[in-house]
């Protein structure tokens, strides 16, 4: 993965518009992070969800937010850092700390994700 | 002398802090260990910096990293249990149940070590730690193999009192310090201080590396 670059994502985005997309979408603040009693251990996760984004725009200066709007809906996230287009077409983007820990990450493909 | 150690984890990696130690000393005594690790964890959240890995490349990282601590440790029978990271206390629980049980009916193992139920932390410890339970419930009380839980609650001994078994594995400690190695996406920011000595092996912090303490899970029926 390397550095978002605004423009490159945006078109790559947008090459995912008004068609069946399969989403991976996860956030987590890690399953250990309970143990320090004032954090909450949260995250959230869906792997081959299916969505139709009519629209998609990413925003900010970096961290960067995406936002999709659906057919019936919206979808969005934030804290987006690096991305890549893998051998496999498929955009993963995600948001990653100093020390490279993963703390969000967004992907979008035209084949299921095994 | 045991038999047969069957040792049961969820992720690569859940071996090495707490058991590489004694899976390396039983192998050296020429008793056979078998490793079931249920997941890839595939969900590990360390990708490096800089990357080494993205979410969808991780689990090949992983997998290759788990071959790599079992040659180190001389495991020769390693099962990849084919189950999904952090989604195993919501798996069917029969499946779960069924899988380790089938692998129990196969190996017939003396020992079984694993998580102890309640003190995994991590919600694929617990849920493992259960299902190995369950599995061994099963079977006739005669012929139950004797499970070893490892807590790793930081209430454990109030909760639990002083372990069963408490295994020193200073004489294997460069097998294990291989092994925490081989597992280089979780264990990169730590094996250098383990080696230069800024993790003091001797303070009481890391008294659990070279001190193996095991629980031994009481069946009441």
């Given amino acids: 993965m390397k550095a978002i670059q605004k423009e490159n994502v945006q078109e790559l985005l947008e090459s995912f518009e008004n068609q069946k997309v399969y989403l991976h979408l996860e956030t987590t603040s890690g399953a250990y992070a309970a143990q320090n009693k004032e954090k909450l251990s949260v995250g959230a996760y869906i792997r081959n969800g299916s969505v139709r984004f009519t629209n998609v725009k990413i925003a900010g200066a970096g961290p960067f937010r995406i936002g999709f709007k659906l057919e019936e809906g919206w979808m969005y996230a934030e804290g987006l850092t690096d991305y890549v287009l893998d051998d496999k077409r498929r955009l993963l983007m995600a948001g990653h700390d100093d020390s490279g820990r993963l703390a969000i990450a967004v992907q979008l493909s035209h084949t299921p994700f095994e | ?193 383990l080696k230069d000595g800024t993790l003091d092996l001797n303070s009481d912090m890391l008294k659990f590396i070279k001190q193996e303490s095991f629980w031994i899970y009481p069946f009441t029926q």
């Fill in chain 2, 1 to 193: 002398m045991e038999k047969h150690v069957l040792v049961i984890f969820p992720h690569p990696d859940d071996e090495a802090f707490g058991t590489a130690g004694v899976m390396t000393k039983f192998i050296k005594d020429g008793v056979p260990v078998t490793y079931a690790c249920a997941t890839l964890g595939e969900m590990g959240r360390n990708m490096g910096n800089p990357f080494f890995a993205t979410r969808e490349t991780l689990p090949e990282v992983r997998k290759e990293e788990l071959l790599n601590a079992c040659k180190a440790m001389g495991v020769e029978d390693l099962r990849m249990l084919g189950f999904r990271d952090k989604t195993l206390e919501f798996e069917d629980s029969e499946l779960l149940v069924s899988t380790i049980g089938g692998l129990i009916d196969e190996l017939k193992p003396s020992l079984i070590i694993t998580f102890y139920p309640g003190h995994g932390i991590h919600p694929d410890h617990d849920a493992c730690a259960h299902a190995v339970v369950e599995a061994v419930k099963r079977i006739p009380s005669n012929n139950r193999p004797t499970v070893y839980g490892l807590p790793i609650t930081p209430d454990r001994e109030e909760v639990l009192g002083k372990p069963d078994r408490v295994y020193d594995v200073t004489d294997v400690m460069e097998t294990k310090i291989k092994t925490i190695e081989a597992h280089r996406s979780q264990t990169e920011a730590m094996v250098p201080r």
